[in-house]
């Protein structure tokens, strides 16, 4: 049995990131060389995210550009700048990181009749997407089988994901729909009508601890709050 651990410190808090639990370690593979570390912060603290269940898609990996994520330019567009610095958990949050992140607000932005499906207000989610990027997440899968995916989002025009285990090419384009709604004659507003569509495909999941990377593929200009992971078949 061979056991390789990365040791960080965050705040003054120490966290232990298994790399790799297998009878003979492979050094050379992706998840033995990933950088990558799950997210934590004052408020979530609870490593990687586990599977069957529900990824956060805000909480990608601390890492940075081209390790953790890649986004096709500098800015936050969502903490800080939509959201302006105002010392707030939600405005600021991972204000410093490239990555887009907002969050649901009420008034007539995310809680309209227009939604195809309900969503908390005040949550986190990842938008601004442009094709080409990804973002990625340390998962501890609890059983092997295939497992069908859901997303919570919004898509003005429709686009498309891939889901990449380990950085190995990624089996299928996931293809989401539009929650364009026409009766809606506020034009920005198309970018807020949430939907969850609780079968977007499937992935086949081995036991144990995986480096999930989700990209943007096809339009973009999506916004997603989380994937499910629902075991179908093992």
């Avoid at 050379?28 to 490593?47: A, C, Q, R, V």
């Avoid at 997440?137 to 069908?148: A, D, F, T």
């Avoid at 999506?222 to 179908?232: A, K, Q, V």
Wanted: charged share 15%.
């Amino acid at each position: 049995m061979s056991i390789r651990f990365k040791i960080i410190s965050l705040k003054g808090a120490i966290v232990i990131h298994i790399l790799c639990l297998t009878i003979s370690c492979d050094s050379n593979t992706f998840i033995g060389n990933y950088e990558g570390t799950p997210y934590s912060d004052s408020l979530y603290s609870k490593g990687s995210q586990t599977i069957p269940g529900i990824v956060h898609l805000e909480y990608y990996d601390f890492g940075g550009e081209g390790i953790s994520f890649h986004d096709s330019d500098s800015l936050n567009s969502g903490s800080g700048n939509l959201n302006p610095p105002n010392g707030s958990y939600l405005n600021e949050f991972r204000i410093n990181e490239p990555v887009d992140i907002s969050y649901t607000k009420s008034a007539g932005i995310d809680d309209t009749e227009f939604n195809f499906a309900p969503i908390h207000m005040n949550q986190l989610y990842l938008g601004w997407t442009l094709p080409d990027e990804w973002t990625r997440y340390s998962v501890h899968v609890l059983n092997s089988g295939y497992y069908k995916i859901g997303l919570m989002y919004t898509s003005n025009s429709g686009g498309s994901i891939s889901i990449a285990v380990n950085d190995n090419p990624p089996s299928d384009t996931l293809f989401i729909s539009s929650t364009f709604v026409e009766a809606d004659t506020v034009s920005w507003r198309q970018w807020h009508h949430w939907n969850y569509d609780n079968d977007i495909g499937k992935i086949l999941l081995k036991k144990g601890f995986h480096v999930l990377t989700v990209k943007t593929i096809e339009k973009g200009n999506m916004n997603y709050d989380y994937l499910s992971f629902t075991l179908i078949d093992n």
